[in-house]
């Protein structure tokens, strides 16, 4: 049985209707995910940033990231660093002679983000870290929340240093 109450009521019915419907599906956002929790890595320790000539960014497990996933990301370093940004792991880096053996250290940054669990809609947990050199590396956890129609990062902190 369905009464009409008038226009304004079925404003309130449209909201509410809207209201439990608010969750949000992750895996269609993982470039702005992913972006999210690398640079609240990459905010961590500015000691290890001086002086960097790159950024490289180890994409090989973005569980679910395909090619432009992967590009949002290179493009949202590129314009906030302003610095060369690669898709690359540290074998690739030593392999395109940007690790200086001999030192032990690279003339940029490699950040990771090791694990992120995608078990919530809206609050993701990650661990992750950045690498300089052997005596000059962090790992970082943290969380990505959805928040104001977007995703922000959520109680990060150092919890190793090298």
Request: proline fraction near 3%; hydrophobic fraction near 45%.
């Given at each position: 049985m369905i009464k009409y109450f008038g226009p304004?009521?079925?404003?309130?019915?449209?909201?509410?209707?809207s209201a439990c419907n608010n969750e949000v599906e992750p895996k269609e956002h993982l470039g702005e995910i992913y972006s999210v929790a690398l640079d609240s890595i990459m905010e961590q320790d500015y000691s290890?940033?001086?002086?960097?000539?790159?950024?490289?960014i180890d994409m090989s497990n973005f569980?679910?990231?395909d090619g432009s996933d992967k590009e949002e990301i290179v493009?949202?370093?590129?314009?906030?660093?302003?610095?060369?940004?690669m898709d690359a792991t540290?074998?690739?880096?030593?392999?395109?002679?940007?690790?200086?053996?001999?030192?032990?250290v690279l003339d940029g940054v490699l950040l990771e983000v090791e694990i992120i669990n995608f078990r919530s809609n809206n609050q993701?947990?990650?661990?992750g870290s950045k690498y300089r050199s052997g005596k000059g590396a962090i790992g970082v956890e943290g969380k990505v929340h959805y928040r104001d129609n977007?995703?922000?990062?959520?109680?990060?902190?150092?919890t190793s240093v090298s």
């Open positions: 304004g009521m079925l404003v309130v019915l449209s909201l509410m209707l290890l940033n001086r002086n960097m000539k790159f950024i490289a569980e679910g990231a493009k949202y370093f590129n314009d906030k660093y302003n610095v060369e940004v540290l074998e690739q880096l030593k392999e395109k002679c940007l690790y200086d053996s001999d030192a032990a993701l947990p990650f661990q977007g995703w922000r990062p959520k109680d990060v902190e150092i």
